[in-house]
């Protein structure tokens, strides 16, 4: 019926209007995102999984009930019977039972602190979308300053036209200039676009919806640190959890396959009754109970396959470990150069250069108006002030990439603690 209705308003010419705006800072949009993506929800369920396999770990086998009946009219024939009632159970001689329900509550950990890297992830490409897009918007303004600019002398020349003071030619150029931004500033509308529907995708929210994005590109005006608690980052680093509680986990999985190289025994508690001849008497009944127990012995196989496949595991994880505390290391110098690095650019090109352009384009308009200067130098500087006012843009937003790499890889984002933590 939605489908009709929007078809219908698109036959009759009235607009289709977008979802009601919603604003957005960086730290609710990932808030939202982690309330509302839908593949969050899908991976969340192997919590619950990992969770299950817990409360169900650790039992006994279901015992065993035997029933056997036998007689014989295929022989003799003398009315001889024997039936058998059995009730049987098996029993680790170990604590097996035990380091199984370890060995899950591990897996528990393990599961959450998947779903918390991929957190992380997604809350890495949110924060650099909201910067893009915010640098995106502010070029547009930039650029409809510029345009706005270029209407300004289009008017003074049609008026200096008309009185014969200015040439055709001058407006033909100032047109064409004018042109050129408005066609500039029109494919950096359609770029925002493409960015706000795929943010609307990173939060969960429908394609139509339309954004307001507080915060702004300021550069910070004291200088970036390039280090930091290092203990603390690898404690929130989900990636690094997960390292370590694979070290667990492939412990408990030792311990686990260790204590099956004894199998279980069998514990049986039986019932029979016969019927049988005997002279001189003839046929009697007689029952019998008992007990009876049935140990494997360990002589040909001993789960030494899958232990040995188990210390293997454990050696694997303890490299992972090493190998994700280098990598975080290295990430986080990198990440932190790249800042300082960024932030440098970024006051540099907003700085003297750009003031004294802007003076510059102030100075030329002046004089053409007075007739002292061209149009053509006037345009130029005009060109001068756009290009280092975008360049700034540029290098702003280079910075405030620079950062949310750094909270990306620190993991310095809300949402992302484990309830439980193997942290070390």
Known sequence: MKFVLLHFLLLIGLPVMADDAV????E???????????????????????????????RLENPELELGASGDGVGLDEGERTYEVAFS????????????KGLRTWQVVLAEAEVVEQRRQLA??????VVELLATR???????????LNKEIIQSLEGKVTLGEASKLDLMQANLSGRTLDQSVKLLQAQENQQRLGLNQLVGLEATTALNLTGTLELPASRPATDGEMSG???RRPDHVLALAKIDESRAAIALEESKRWEDIAVKVFVE???????PTGLEKNTFAGVGISIPLPFRQRNQDAIAQARIDAEAAAGGVEAARFTVRAECEEAWQRRLDSWELAREAGGDLLVLAEENLTGFRDAYGKGEATLAQVQKAQEQVLELRAAATNFLADYHLAEARVRYV??????LALSRSSAK
Do not use: C, H, M
């Open 23 to 26: 604003t957005l800072s960086r």
């Open 28 to 58: 609710k949009a990932i808030a939202l995102a982690f309330a509302n993506q839908r593949d969050l929800k899908v991976a969340a369920l192997e919590i619950n999984r990992a969770a299950s396999r817990v409360q169900w770990a650790g």
């Open 89 to 100: 159970q098996r029993f680790p001689l170990t604590s097996k039972l035990k380091k199984e």
């Open 124 to 129: 890495g490409e949110i924060d650099r979308a």
């Open 138 to 148: 502010e070029k547009i303004r930039l650029g409809r300053e510029g345009a706005a």
């Open 233 to 235: 980052i690898l404690q």
């Open 273 to 279: 009754g016969e019927s049988a001849n005997d002279d």
């Open 410 to 415: 620190t993991g310095a984002y809300p949402g």
